[in-house]
């Protein structure tokens, strides 16, 4: 009997880092029918960024089954399970590779499931590229309404069909509203692995950072970092805060926090981020929140996007007592409900109640889904869509290429290790080679 008939919904969530993984999987709950039974199976694409057990341990989003698997094993997985949707948690040519996958392996099938796909916060960069890249999706979701216009604009310009972008907003959002200051006040910074990206950018925040601290020796200082050394997020981190750290001389008052950004947000008073997606979940608590402005308002550090927000501010700002007061307009199209709790949070909810009816609607067609059509095809984009299919030993039909790993069994002892001194090899170049030949060329 089908899902839609029985109430019950099986969900596959395919990611390739642990904030990707998170996203997906609160978004499969969200869109999900609110009387179902969610059956949610979590596949993590094996690379680079490829979540430890620690990082999922503090993402803290659960699944009935979870495993590492390459490219061509999930499409063979795909091929045989019977799902009823499919969140893509990927980055854009990973989307794209699996879209050609899965077409090819549904190719005789009416009774696929429904694809979704979308972005994990704030989309600031490649905008065109990314969502071109994410094009043949059934759902493409957008986190606000000024995502959905412009995601619906790149699709109308290059002739692609846009219906597939569903305006939805941030899974994560959610926790009590900030109701007055805390004892001892505490400032946070969310930290982020690739903005900004040079050493003295990086060491000019965390040095205003702890001036703060010492400036204000009754505040609780928190640097808030999203991974450990070694680890890997969805961006490259080749300066981690922790080893600038050591060459400081941080006051007793700051302190460097790990764990989950919702329980960080429940002690916080005032959350600083150069253009962290930290900072509409502080918004959406009502959290007071500022968006640096001490390395200026540019598209590289994604600040950009939060022009007429009413956060924009600087460290000497701070320091002298200002406070930002957000606009409501400007919340409001971000999807954020500023209420936190209460109306705001109720609104909040039904923002994912186009999804569900598009997706029950979907399930319910007579006939089952058509096929998947992509944006890119050999014949649109010839010199483009090979290569992205080759990262993940695809042809340029969808294929796998020969040789291509499948991963059929569990990695034995010595594939183990060879797998993990491959990933500390690469970990090795991005933290420590690579900042030293970038160096050498600006001698």
Not at 201 to 224: C, F, N, S
Not at 279 to 284: M, R, T, V
Not at 300 to 321: K, T, Y
Not at 358 to 377: D, E, F, K, M
């Amino acid at each position: 009997m089908p899902a839609s008939a029985t109430k019950a919904l099986r969900v596959a969530v395919l990611a390739d880092s642990d904030t990707r993984w998170k996203w997906g999987a609160l978004t499969a709950s969200r869109i999900s029918p609110e009387d179902a039974d969610i059956h949610l199976d979590g596949y993590l694409l094996r690379g680079r960024a490829t979540p430890t057990p620690r990082q999922l341990r503090e993402v803290g989003v659960t699944a009935d089954s979870l495993r590492e698997v390459t490219a061509v094993e999930f499409l063979r997985t795909m091929a045989e399970e019977p799902y009823d949707v499919l969140v893509l948690a990927l980055v854009g040519g990973g989307v794209q590779a699996m879209l050609h996958g899965l077409g090819r392996v549904w190719e005789d099938r009416s009774d696929r499931p429904v694809v979704v796909t979308g972005y994990v916060g704030v989309v600031y960069e490649k905008l065109a590229d990314g969502l071109l890249l994410r094009h043949g999706a059934d759902l493409v979701l957008a986190n606000s309404r000024q995502d959905a216009d412009r995601f619906r604009a790149v699709y109308e310009g290059v002739g692609a069909d846009a219906s597939a972008v569903t305006e939805v907003a941030l899974p994560f959002l959610g926790g009590a509203a900030y109701t007055g200051e805390h004892d001892p006040y505490t400032v946070v910074f969310a930290a982020q692995p690739s903005v900004p990206d040079s050493r003295k950018d990086r060491a000019y925040l965390l040095d205003r950072l702890i001036q703060h601290a010492r400036r204000h020796p009754e505040r609780e200082v928190l640097l808030k970092l999203r991974s450990k050394p070694g680890e890997h997020t969805t961006h490259i981190e080749e300066l981690p805060y922790q080893k600038l750290v050591q060459r400081a001389d941080p006051p007793s008052n700051f302190h460097l926090v790990y764990g989950h950004m919702g329980e960080v947000l429940d002690r916080t008073d005032l959350l600083v981020t150069v253009s962290s997606t930290a900072a509409l979940e502080s918004l959406h608590r009502r959290i007071p929140t500022v968006v640096l402005t001490d390395l200026g308002v540019r598209e590289a550090l994604g600040n950009h996007h939060f022009v007429g927000s009413g956060c924009l501010a600087s460290w000497d700002q701070l320091d002298d007592g200002h406070r930002p007061v957000p606009d409501p307009e400007w919340i409001a199209r971000q999807g954020v409900a500023a209420g936190g709790t209460g109306a705001g949070e109720s609104t909040y909810a039904t923002a994912f109640d186009r999804a569900r009816a598009r997706i029950a609607s979907l399930l319910a067609r007579p006939g089952g889904l058509p096929p998947l059509t992509p944006y890119y095809t050999p014949v649109t984009a010839p010199g483009y869509l090979p290569g992205i299919l080759a990262r993940h030993h695809l042809g340029p039909d969808g294929t796998p290429l020969p040789g291509a790993p499948a991963a059929d069994r569990e990695p034995g002892p010595v594939r183990q290790i060879v797998r993990r001194a491959a990933r500390g090899a690469y970990r090795h170049g991005v933290q420590r080679v690579a900042p030293v030949i970038r160096r050498m060329g600006e001698l």
